[in-house]
């Protein structure tokens, strides 16, 4: 079993910085890509930010310059840095691991969600 705990969502004002955190535990073999999607109200969920193995990065347009993801691999934690936000950032925010439990294939793993509200 692979388990994923978020936390750090709430509620911010228009221009003002939230730090998401992802923590994996069980099982595991090996964690390949990290990553964080969101899903507003009404909408279909759509990638924010991942971060392979080796440190390489993918933002979705709409966050670039605003936002930054990073992981401890020691710890098996994920972050995603939130700066300037805007209240279109509104939404849950879903962190998922490409990771491989042990004795078994990689395969996508997504945390309950947490979430995130901008709003004055």
């Known amino acids: 079993q692979v388990h994923l705990v978020e936390s750090g969502g709430g509620l911010v004002q228009p221009g003002g910085s939230l730090r998401l955190s992802c923590t994996t535990s069980?099982?595991?073999?090996?964690?390949?890509?990290m990553g964080w999607h969101r899903q507003a109200a009404g909408k279909q969920r759509e990638l924010v930010a991942t971060?392979?193995?080796?440190?390489?990065?993918n933002y979705a347009d709409s966050v670039k310059g605003r936002f930054t993801i990073s992981r401890d691999s020691a710890k098996n934690t994920v972050y995603l840095q939130m700066n300037s936000l805007k209240p279109e950032d509104t939404a849950v925010y879903y962190c998922?691991?490409?990771?491989?439990?042990?004795?078994?294939?990689?395969?996508?793993?997504w945390g309950q969600g947490t979430q995130v509200t901008v709003s004055s």
């Open positions: 069980g099982s595991i073999f090996s964690i390949y890509t």
């Open positions: 998922s691991v490409y990771a491989a439990a042990l004795g078994g294939p990689p395969r996508t793993y």
């Open positions: 971060i392979t193995n080796t440190s390489s990065t």
